[in-house]
Each structure stands twice: as C-alpha cells, then as structure tokens.
C-alpha cells in the first residue's frame, strides 16, 4: 500500500462507479485492522502516527468509494474532468426547467400528500441521474459529460433536503 494510491488502488477494486457495497464495507474494515495505531504500540510513537495517518486515509477513501456522488466526482477528477461546482453551474435548458417546476411544487405544496409526490418524483430523477452516471463513466468514459450529471444530481440532492424540510414544516 501506498499513500499515494487512488481509493480505487487502495481498495483493490476497479477504478468503476459501480461498486459492490458489502466488498467496499468488507475491505473497509480488513484495512483498518491492518493500520490499527494499537497494532503498532510496541514499535513507538512515530509508528502509530504512521498508522495513524493510514487510518484517516483509509477513512476518507472509504467515504469518497461508498457515496455515489462524490464516487463519481473522484473518477471524473481523476480522468481530466473535474466538477469545479463552485464556479460551473451550467446546466442543458431541460434540467433547469425541471428545477423550476419542482421549486413551483413544493412552494405551491399545502399538504404531505402533495409532498409526497414530488419526493417521488425527486426520487426517480436521483435514480436516472445515477444510472445515467453508471453509464456515462462505466460504458462510454465520457467523463465531461459524467461531470455534468454529477453537478445535476448535486442540485436534486438539495432539492431532496428542501423536500424533506417541507415536510417538517407541515408535520409540526
């Protein structure tokens, strides 16, 4: 192992953004037996900083691995297309459409059945958005365009946290 190895290298798994979950949680803990720091307090303090520094490593690739967008972003950085999502909001006509009748809905939402529908509807652009990931990266390695749908999904990830915010507000 190698502290400069991808999360991918550093996790033996393909650089893809399908993953298998139980094998990311498997190897996740298999690695962290392994870079325990109490596994190496015979051998001193510069030791368990070592692993210590292994252990966060291992952390923050098993974090980066095992959510979908942040996966997906981390393949597209490490092929040349970077999200730079802080300065690059474009986004193709239809979505932004999309966005704005969602917004219409939930503003205009007076009851849960009615929020109820629209976090359906979030919900299955979540599950397009995600296999149009898994195609784009995995099929085409088209990753300007993967970039792209993972700034979209990062704006349907919002609107799902408003959504849920709705629906707080009605229950109380």
């Known amino acids: 192992m190698n502290l ?6 550093l996790f033996a798994v393909p650089a893809t953004f399908a993953q298998d979950r139980a094998a990311l949680d498997a190897r996740w803990k298999e ?35 095992k959510d979908p967008i942040r996966r ?17 909001t ?6 932004l459409m999309q966005q704005m009748e969602w917004r219409e809905a939930l503003d205009e939402a007076g009851d849960i ?24 990266i ?3 390695g088209d990753y300007p365009a993967a ?3 993972v700034r979209a999904l990062m704006f ?6 408003d959504v849920e915010a709705k629906f707080d507000q009605l229950g109380q």
């Open 4 to 9: 400069n190895d991808t999360d991918f290298q």
């Open 31 to 65: 690695l962290q037996r392994e870079a325990h720091p109490d596994r190496f307090a015979a051998q001193g303090a510069a030791a368990q900083r070592v692993a210590m520094q292994w252990s966060v490593r291992i952390n923050e690739a098993y974090q980066r691995l």
């Open 72 to 88: 997906a972003s981390y393949i597209c950085e490490l092929n040349g297309a970077p999200l730079n999502a802080e300065n690059n």
């Open 90 to 95: 474009a986004m193709p006509p239809d979505f």
């Open 113 to 136: 059945a009615a929020v109820e529908q629209l976090q359906a509807e979030v919900e299955a652009g979540r599950a397009r958005a995600l296999s149009s990931l898994d195609w784009l």
């Open 138 to 140: 995995d099929e085409k």
């Open 147 to 149: 970039a792209q749908q």
């Open 156 to 161: 349907i990830e919002r609107f799902g946290q």
